[in-house]
């Protein structure tokens, strides 16, 4: 078992705890398949929401929190029925605004594996104004079931009464609705700008149309990836730097070992994620960020 997940394992029932060891094993990224959820529900006759809010306990030990020193997890569960844990992540000595809340990580975590909406999500603390409003871009987002500890669920539409949302935009193509937007770079040799053109194609940035992605390879040659998620009211938006961050930092990997990053961005977008990219990078490691421009197919 990873070490970051000790002193929260003696936190839960012991016949849940002996379920969870082998899970949490070097490979854990926060993710549990549907059957391993069903089993776990099986062995210890936990009900579903019990389970779960045991299971923040875990998601809470991904966070990174040198600013604030407190820790939220979430977890999401997706419309294959997986469910997908985020905690924050404050990156150390840079700006606020380059935070990643509980929420934003788990559902990109969901997004990044394939899933093409969220039924459910669960969190141990109630979700901020910013939350709710980049759940309020999902897919069918006010019907999320939001599950607090002590609390009754609600939908989101129960705690964004009024929201505004892409829909006020004129998008109807929401976020985690499968929409490709092909890129092409001359350089079809490199891995790592590969993996980024296909990232970048499945990026949601309906306003700005910068789609984008960012690819950290480490030192074993892992990469850990993050796509552009853009937010109707714009600042909530979730930076790919952030995203492949919040993952390197999910599969337990350290900041010292990577070896590169990138950044492609579409050449028709109205902006460039070049500044914060790097500014968000450098919180962490002393690579230069590269950088590709790709044309839209
Ligand atoms: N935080 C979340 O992760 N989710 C919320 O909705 C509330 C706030 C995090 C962000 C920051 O890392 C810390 O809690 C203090 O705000
Ligand atoms: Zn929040």
Known sequence: MQDRFIKQISLLPADLANELVPL????FSGHLDAQQVATL???TGLTKAELMFQLLNIAKALALAPISHFYVGAIAEGNSGDIYMGANIELPGRALCHSVHAEQHAISHAWLSGESGIRDIWINATPCGHCRQFMNELVDGGKINIHLPDTKAQTLQHYLPNGFGPKDLGILQPLMQKQQHELYCEDHNDPLIIEALDHASLSYSPYSHNHSAVVLEMADG???SGRYAENAAFN???MPM???IAS???HNQSFADIKRALLVESSVGELSLIDVSSDALLSVSAV???HIVAEPV
């Open 236 to 238: 909530p938006s979730m």
């Open 41 to 43: 529900l099986q062995k």
């Open 242 to 244: 952030q995203m492949a």
């Open 24 to 27: 949490l094993n070097q490979q």
């Open 288 to 290: 230069p960020l590269e």
């Open 222 to 224: 892992r990469t850990y």
């Open 248 to 250: 390197l930092v999910r």
